[in-house]
């Protein structure tokens, strides 16, 4: 069971920056993958930004050149970098943790934290 803890959202302008955390309970190295997803009032949670074992890393997008994934595997954490945040950016943001284990695929999530764009 992997436990995972967003922290760092939060009101910010348009315009502005926000870094979003994702602490693991475990080794991030012996994770498949790790991903970042969001949800809006009425929408489909969406994968805005993952992250494999080897950081080959993918965007959705909508965000693509203005987020950034990364990883500390000594801290156990992932990051998602969001500069020239828009109103519609606004939601909850997901970590999501994947291992698969032989045929089996295993989903964690954090419980979310609240990003808002607004002036």
């Known amino acids: 069971q992997v436990q995972l803890v967003e922290s760092g959202g939060g009101l910010v302008q348009p315009g502005g920056s926000l870094r979003l955390s994702c602490a693991a309970s475990e080794n991030i190295d012996s994770i498949d993958y790790m991903g970042w997803y969001r949800q809006a009032p009425g929408k489909q949670r969406e994968l805005i930004a993952g992250i494999t074992k080897s950081s080959s890393s993918n965007y959705a997008d909508s965000v693509k050149g203005r987020f950034t994934i990364s990883r500390d595997n000594a801290k156990n954490t992932v990051y998602l970098q969001m500069n020239s945040l828009k109103p519609e950016d606004t939601a909850v943001y997901y970590c999501?943790?994947?291992?698969?284990?032989?045929?089996?695929?295993?989903?964690?999530w954090g419980q979310g934290t609240q990003v808002t764009v607004s002036s």
């Open positions: 999501n943790a994947r291992k698969q284990i032989r045929a089996v695929v295993f989903d964690y």
